[in-house]
Every structure is written in C-alpha cells, then in structure tokens.
Nanobody, 124 residues
C-alpha cells in the first residue's frame, strides 16, 4: 500500500518561507515522478511544480522559478517544496502526489497516489 505523508505546513507571515516535505512508502520512490498541487478555498486543485524520476522539473507558472523550489532525496523517499517570499495568494492546502511513471505530467488524473494535504496559511 502506497502512502504519502506531507508535513511542514503552518501559519506564516507574508514574505516568509516554508519548506514542505512529503515522504513516500510502499512503492519505489526513485522510479516515480512527483508533483506538488495546491487547492485554495473555493478553487480547484492546481498543479504547482513537479519533478521527474530523473530530476527534470516543470513549473505550472515559470514566473514562480526562484520563489518555489522542488527537490527530491531518493535515499529518504522524500520530495520537498520550498516556497519563499510567501504571499497571501499562496494560502492553500498543499498536496504531494506520485505517478506510476518516471515522466512528469501536470495533469491531476495522471497522478495515482495522493497525500492527505498540509495547510499553508499566509497572513498579511
């Protein structure tokens, strides 16, 4: 049984930073593409950034490069999401997700396994 467990969310002031973690078990992590999604209140879940099994990275919004950083540690079966210069519009429930494939996708239905989500709230 595959499990994804996120951590690291919380309440942060605007301009601050957060590092979210997602640890996987039950499947070969190193052969799976991973993604981070978020869902703000009243909005649909959206892709934020993803990393393929080989380390290629795709951003939903290229303007987020430098402010949002994804990384993976295959030895720890963990993918990280670092978000700097937090804004009120970053407030959302953040989910990590895993594909069965090595290649990346930005589409929700291409990700098979999901974590329970971790809340990020940015106060202005």
């Amino acid at each position: 049984q595959v499990q994804l467990v996120e951590s690291g969310g919380g309440l942060v002031q605007a301009g601050g930073s957060l590092r979210l973690s997602c640890t996987a078990s039950g499947r070969t992590f190193s052969s799976s593409a991973m993604g981070w999604f978020r869902q703000a209140p009243g909005k649909e879940r959206e892709f934020v950034v993803g990393v393929s099994a080989s380390g290629n990275i795709i951003y939903f919004d290229d303007s987020a490069k430098g402010r949002i950083i994804i990384s993976r540690d295959n030895a720890k079966n963990t993918v990280y999401l670092q978000v700097d210069s937090l804004k009120a519009e970053d407030t959302a429930l953040y989910y990590c997700a895993m594909r069965k494939e090595r290649l990346l996708s930005m589409r929700i239905f291409d990700f098979v396994y999901w974590g329970q989500g971790t809340q990020v709230t940015v106060s202005s």
